[in-house]
């Protein structure tokens, strides 16, 4: 489960889209400063409070979740 605080509210990322993957788990882990190598996404269960991204489409370089390509704020299929 990802969560991130967008304008003062945490919420959560949707990660059963196609387009989260490994490369978005990476991103994830640089992020907060932990290892990136060997990092796998694997879909658990789900979050509470609203879903502030989903269609998150990493490509494994961007240094935060939020620079990676994501349908928009609030915007979801969940």
């Known amino acids: 489960r990802v969560e991130v605080d967008h304008e003062g509210t945490w919420g959560t990322v ?8 490994d490369a978005g788990a990476q991103v994830v882990c ?15 269960g789900g979050g509470s409070g609203p879903i502030w ?4 489409d990493c490509t494994g370089a961007e240094q935060t979740l939020q620079t990676c390509p ?3 704020w609030g915007d ?3």
């Open 14 to 21: 949707c990660g059963y889209s196609d387009a989260f993957s």
């Open 30 to 44: 640089r992020q907060v400063g932990c290892p990136t190598e060997g990092v796998q996404w694997k879909k658990l």
């Open 70 to 72: 994501f349908a928009g």
């Open 76 to 78: 979801h299929e969940c």
């Open 53 to 56: 991204m989903d269609y998150v």
